[in-house]
């Protein structure tokens, strides 16, 4: 089932509205994996600030039903100032319309912006549960490491050949 949703760039003013959203995913879906504390934490961190910011050095995309209303984000930004390698930061989807496609438009956004165009390798750092969502668009574990790092995340990774 395809929601009928438009993605475009996040602008400050989505910032609350964003943060919100992704604060209820972090403490109704990731909590499972992460655990209340933790998620408290993260939850905390996204704030509508964090997103602002990271909307200077990211291109960072929301997704909004006919409604306007905010359903999804997602951002890819250079990985570590390296020009040919990324990295796709912050993809959530509203808790409620999940498996629905959004995760699947926000992903096709982010791999036609020209950060990952450009690049050889991208690398995610997933939550657990994320892990067959991001591997159906080919992405696989980071040095055959399946396990969460010390960050909680699982890296996974992309390979692409780049012709300029």
């Known amino acids: 089932?395809?929601?009928?949703?438009?993605i475009?760039?996040?602008?400050?003013?989505?910032?609350?509205?964003?943060?919100?959203?992704?604060?209820?995913?972090l403490l109704t879906v990731n909590i499972k994996d992460y655990g209340k504390t933790l998620m408290l934490k993260t939850a905390a961190e996204h704030d509508a600030r964090h997103l602002r910011e990271m909307a200077h050095y990211t291109d960072f995309y929301v997704a909004v039903n006919e409604s306007n209303k905010i359903v999804g984000c997602g951002g890819?930004?250079?990985y570590w100032d390296v020009p040919q390698e990324a990295i796709i930061l912050t993809v959530f989807v509203d808790r409620h319309q999940q498996h629905a496609g959004i995760g699947h438009q926000i992903m096709a956004q982010l791999m036609r912006d020209p950060v990952f165009?450009?690049?050889?390798?991208?690398?995610?750092?997933?939550?657990?549960?994320?892990?067959?969502f991001y591997q159906q668009f080919g992405f696989n574990?980071?040095?055959?490491?399946?396990?969460?790092?010390?960050?909680?995340?699982?890296?996974?990774?992309l390979h692409r050949t780049v012709t300029q």
């Open 141 to 157: 574990y980071k040095n055959g490491h399946s396990k969460p790092d010390d960050e909680g995340h699982i890296r996974l990774e």
């Open 8 to 25: 475009r760039p996040f602008t400050d003013a989505d910032a609350t509205e964003t943060a919100a959203m992704v604060k209820d995913v």
């Open 117 to 132: 165009l450009r690049s050889k390798r991208i690398e995610i750092p997933a939550a657990v549960s994320a892990v067959p």
């Open 1 to 6: 089932m395809n929601i009928k949703i438009s």
């Open 76 to 78: 890819i930004s250079n």
